[in-house]
Structure formats: structure tokens, C-alpha cells
């Protein structure tokens, strides 16, 4: 393969990436309302739209990886570097790749806090059905034969 054909097909996986990228940044900036509404439908959908841009993303991820291993570098960053370096000597490809990596940390942000709200959501869901089945985070108590007691609830000595 010449240069200017994987340099030209590098630049197609890099702006299929970006739009991939940019998708999915909105799917998870609208993702945080829908958990927070407790829409089962909305969530549902939300949660599949997002795995499709994922596993488009993992694919275009992996075409990557062949096109650098097809010319014999490591499918690593220093392997997309060398390729660069012969393929896109004048740095065309450079501007773009930044701004997949700035898409990909800020996709990855946006994540992590909507799993901090999931977190929490579950938590309190939690704490909900424990206290309607009237169990709570209690330390255990052990029993007269050193076992652990679950039975027993403690009891108020005193009352002020």
C-alpha cells in the first residue's frame, strides 16, 4: 500500500471516529435528565443508542489497529505515530486525532458522572427497600455461643 492510500483511509476511520465521538458525547450529555426522570422507557432507549456507538467505536477502533499492524507497526500509539510519520508526513491527520482524543476524555467525563448518579440513585432505592422491609445497615451482634445473631435487634437500656 502507497502512502497517500493509508493516509486516505487512516483519514476516513479518523472522521467516521469523530462523528461516532461527537454522537455519543450527546447521547450522554441527554442521558443524565432520563436517569434523573426515572423514565424506564427513555432510559432503556438512551442505554441502547449508547451501546450501538460504543461497539460502532470499538469496530472502528479495531480498523484502526489492522491498518497500522497491515504495515507492520505495533497496534500501540507509538505504532499510529510511526504510520503517521510515513503516511502524513505534513501533519493533515495530527489536528484531528487531538480533537478524537479531546471527544474521547470528555465522553469519558460525562460517563463517570452519570455512573456517580446511578450510584446514587441505587443507593437510595436501596436504603428505600430496606427500610420498608424493615432490615438496616446494622453491625452484627453475636449470640451467647460466639455466633453471629441476626435476630437480635439490641435493645434501649436507657432513654433520655
Do not use: F, I
Not at 499492524?69 to 505504532?79: F, K, M, N, V, Y
Amino acid at each position: 500500500m502507497d502512502a497517500d492510500l493509508c493516509r486516505e483511509h487512516l483519514r476516513e476511520l479518523v472522521h467516521e471516529e469523530l462523528a461516532a465521538l461527537r454522537e455519543l458525547k450527546k447521547l450522554l450529555e441527554a442521558e443524565r435528565p432520563v436517569l434523573a426522570s426515572n423514565d424506564l422507557k427513555a432510559l432503556q432507549r438512551s442505554t441502547a443508542l449508547r451501546q450501538e456507538r460504543m461497539s460502532h467505536l470499538a469496530r472502528l477502533e479495531e480498523q484502526r489497529r489492522a491498518l497500522v499492524t497491515l504495515h507492520g507497526e505495533a497496534a500501540d500509539s507509538a505504532g499510529l505515530e510511526r504510520l503517521l510519520a510515513w503516511c502524513d508526513p505534513r501533519g493533515a491527520l495530527r489536528a484531528a486525532l487531538g480533537e478524537c482524543r479531546t471527544l474521547a476524555g470528555a465522553c469519558r467525563e460525562l460517563n463517570d458522572r452519570n455512573a456517580l448518579l446511578v450510584s446514587a440513585l441505587l443507593k437510595r432505592v436501596s436504603e428505600r427497600l430496606e427500610a420498608l422491609c424493615g432490615r438496616t445497615q446494622r453491625a452484627a451482634t453475636y449470640g451467647p455461643h460466639g455466633d453471629l445473631d441476626h435476630a437480635r435487634q439490641g435493645r434501649v437500656l436507657r432513654a433520655v
